[in-house]
């Protein structure tokens, strides 16, 4: 049993940290109040490789793996930058890229890896659609195959990054009397015909990300974008998990980690009834919940990562568990900075109340809470 | 990084669960409503049953994660029998084992690692409890011999103890680092009284008393480490192993809690169906398995980073000890409500784990002084100069 990060890796951590400190975090209080995404922002991320982190170099990535990976996410959040362009980054590189990267076959992998890995293309997956969220199987999206193309007809929403996309991965069924085995993934191109995205939604966090419904009227899908075989949408969906669950919540780490700094610092300077508030037991107590949730959420989230590194397949029950946790509690222990804060806590300026709205997507993106209580509980029973 | 338990550590789990189910697991009931005599008998059966099976030793060794692999196993079975080990070979035995002189740990370590003598360790007392700067027990030097006054109250394993360490003041006047000392007190001893056992809430079979000492006399031989004022920073350091095992307790009555609802959960039907099925029942079991889960991996982080002796450790301990008491208690909480009427009757097993949780928050350690020490590290961290 081992806990420890090598050297090499703790170096990379911290200089992720320094650069989303100094030239990220800067913008990201103006682009959390506009709710508008920042493409230097998107730049810069694809000039420090972290957009193409996981892909191999051979494509145009870095190569890392689940650990580094987690990192790197770790150390974005840590520096402060906000949950929108954050989400931006999972959405693109976890969700999208590293579906082809591990379903695509080598000409889909040429054409879309390195433009995804710079930051050139945008990218985004769809999955849910208005009616169908946590009963995911059910969706509705059809797709037909005809001659040298499928034709997809459906509706998307909640989809991250779709309205700046070029590069969509869709899930929709050829035949809905095969339930699961129906669903097969595809790869559409902003210039296909019969592919729009809606207006922008606003949300209550995560704001500098542009999040929007993805339309499907026809549209002409050439039969070499099928990516990963038809009546494989299911198993890939659900593969994706590995990543939902480990890269992409571990900034939620790292921004609890800037939340606990600040809320400790505020507590040194902020003085009531003749001293620091930090005397007091009630703030005390909130940044202890804190410490306690950032040293549980990083044994969660690192265990899957780690083991992933290892080759083993995940265990969809310890899956569960993290993002049921990590999001739980992760939005209890942010409202609590916003407690210790007091009044200033309420305003935008201070970065707790961002921290706070931004972590409830936790408890609902990428699968509810009650769902992950219900996977644990199909388990338990069984 | 690997999260992943060594296959030495696999196998201790393995054989100290089957040890555990087969020979303490089975009593646990009993134990817990047995009068004195039947609940002394059985609890020294237990300690001596442990000896075989190489977990008092285990106690007594430096594989902490072993201890808490193994400990988890034990609490599952038999929470009250995992305290009276641990206040024995952990809070007793590490303590002589770490800080006795040779002559010490000869007299005591190997009857201790055998159960054929148990150790009692104390330091509470009615004005003493997370503020021991309020102690009144005195140690007089006098011609030779150390004098003992004044009463410990809440002494696990006092009504079986063959031998006491007991925290008293030196010297009062240069404080608790200074001014104390940790002093080797056999059951003989003139002016040591034991009072009857006392009632406590849960984990009665881990027998508790006072300990009254009038004009007590012991041996200049019974200082610990012949190191006069050293006994609380030698207490403190024997804390950090047994806040470790407090973390185990948790785990083990949540998981026993865990076990025990998800068994109903199967086969308990109302509405034409197994209650585990509908989410008022399921979303508990889960949160049940969640808690457990991060709880175990904190745990065995915190013994990992004793081992290495990483300056996170005592953070990252007392973190795992707040978490897995405090998630006993929720625990058991839920797993009353999944049995419904019938866990509110003595004689279902989660009504009495629902009285032996509650006393992890508190012992060694309370959740509040756990939250000052966690919020005290980080706020002398993270301030501006």
Not at chain 1, 323 to 352: C, N, Q, W
Not at chain 2, 29 to 37: G, K
Not at chain 2, 141 to 164: Q, S
Request: overall charge negative.
């Amino acid at each position: 049993m081992d806990f420890s990060i090598s050297e090499e890796q703790r170096m990379f951590q911290e200089s992720v940290y320094r650069f989303a400190k100094n030239q990220i975090a800067p913008l990201s209080e103006e682009a959390d109040l506009k709710g508008e995404f920042n493409f230097e922002i998107w730049q810069k991320f694809g000039e420090m490789g972290l957009l193409g982190l996981p892909v191999p170099e051979s494509y145009g990535g870095s190569g890392a793996d689940f650990v580094t990976c987690c990192l790197a996410g770790e150390a974005v959040g840590h520096a402060g930058v906000d949950g929108g362009h954050i989400l931006a980054w999972g959405a693109h590189t976890y969700l999208c890229a590293a579906n082809i990267l591990q379903h695509g076959t080598e000409a889909q992998k040429e054409r879309y890896l390195p433009k995804l890995c710079t930051g050139e293309w945008i990218g985004c997956m769809g999955l849910t659609e208005p009616g169908c969220g946590s009963d995911a199987a059910a969706l509705t999206t059809t797709a037909v195959c005809r001659g040298d193309r499928y034709i997809l007809s459906g509706s998307k929403t909640f989809i991250t990054n779709a309205p700046l996309a070029q590069v969509f991965v869709i899930f929709a069924t050829l035949d809905k009397e095969k339930k699961h085995k129906g669903i097969t993934t595809f790869i559409v191109e902003r210039d296909f015909p019969g592919i729009s995205t809606g207006k922008p939604m606003h949300k209550m966090g995560c704001r500098a990300s542009a999040t929007s419904e993805v339309f499907l009227d026809e549209c002409e899908v050439p039969i070499e974008n099928c990516l990963g075989g038809e009546g494989n949408g299911w198993l890939i969906a659900l593969g994706g998990v590995e990543w939902d669950r480990s890269t992409l919540i571990a900034p939620f780490l790292g921004g609890h980690t800037f939340m606990l700094e600040n809320c400790a610092r505020y507590a040194n300077q902020r003085r009531a009834f003749n001293r620091p508030i930090r005397e007091f037991q009630s703030i005390q107590n909130r940044i202890a919940d804190m410490k306690v949730y950032i040293e549980a959420a990083r044994l969660a989230i690192y265990r899957i990562a780690a083991s992933k590194d290892s080759g083993v397949a995940l265990n969809p029950l310890t899956a569960a568990v993290n993002k049921m946790y990590v999001g739980d509690r992760g939005f209890e222990t942010a409202s609590e900075g916003v407690d210790l804060f007091g009044g200033y806590g309420y305003i935008h300026e201070y970065p707790v109340e961002r921290i706070m709205r931004d972590a409830k997507l936790g408890q609902l993106g990428g699968g509810t809470s009650d769902i992950m209580r219900m996977i644990v509980a199909r388990f338990l029973m069984m | 990084m690997d999260y992943e338990l060594s296959e030495g550590h696999k196998r201790l789990q393995a054989e100290m669960g089957a040890f555990c189910r087969e020979k303490i697991a089975p009593g646990a009931a009993l134990l817990d409503v047995a009068p004195f005599e039947e609940a002394a008998a059985r609890m020294k059966a237990n300690l001596k049953a442990l000896a075989s099976a190489g977990y008092l030793p285990l106690c007594l060794g430096t594989d902490l994660l072993g201890r808490s692999v193994a400990g988890e196993e034990l609490a599952r079975a038999c929470p009250a029998t995992f305290l009276a080990a641990t206040s024995s070979a952990i809070l007793f035995g590490r303590s002589v084992k770490r800080f006795g002189t040779e002559a010490q740990q000869e007299r005591y370590l190997p009857s201790i690692a055998a159960g054929d003598a148990i150790g009692a360790f104390a330091c509470t007392e009615a004005e003493a409890g997370s503020d021991l700067g309020g102690m009144a027990v005195t140690a007089e030097k006098r011609d030779g011999r150390w004098i003992l006054n004044g009463e410990k109250d809440l002494v696990t394993n006092a009504p079986i103890a063959d031998a006491f360490l007991i925290l008293a003041w030196t010297d009062r006047n240069t404080g608790l680092e200074k001014g104390t000392g940790f002093f080797l007190v056999p059951r003989s001893a003139e002016g040591l009284t034991i009072e009857k056992p006392s009632e406590t809430m849960g984990l009665r079979g881990a027998l508790t008393s006072s300990v009254r000492f009038s004009n007590c006399a012991i041996g200049e031989e019974a200082l610990l480490g012949e190191a006069a004022g050293a006994g609380y920073n030698q207490m403190a350091a024997v804390m950090e192993e047994v806040k470790l095992a407090v973390a185990a307790l948790g785990i083990g009555i949540g998981v026993a809690c865990m076990e025990e609802s998800t068994r109903h959960g199967k086969t308990k039907k109302a509405f034409g169906k197994p209650i585990g099925l509908f989410e008022g029942v399921g979303a508990k079991l889960a949160i049940m398995f969640t808690l457990n889960d991060l709880g175990r991996m904190m745990t065995h982080k915190a013994a990992w980073a004793m081992e290495q002796k990483d300056p996170e450790s005592a953070v990252l301990n007392s973190c795992a000890k707040l978490f897995t008491s405090e998630a006993a208690g929720r625990i058991a909480d839920l797993a009353i409500q999944v049995h419904g009427g019938h866990g509110y009757l003595k004689g279902t097993a989660v009504e009495r784990l629902y009285r032996d949780a509650r006393f992890a928050a508190i012992a060694y350690g309370t959740s509040e002084m756990q939250r000052a020490f966690i919020a005290k590290e980080s706020l002398d961290r993270f301030r501006d100069a």
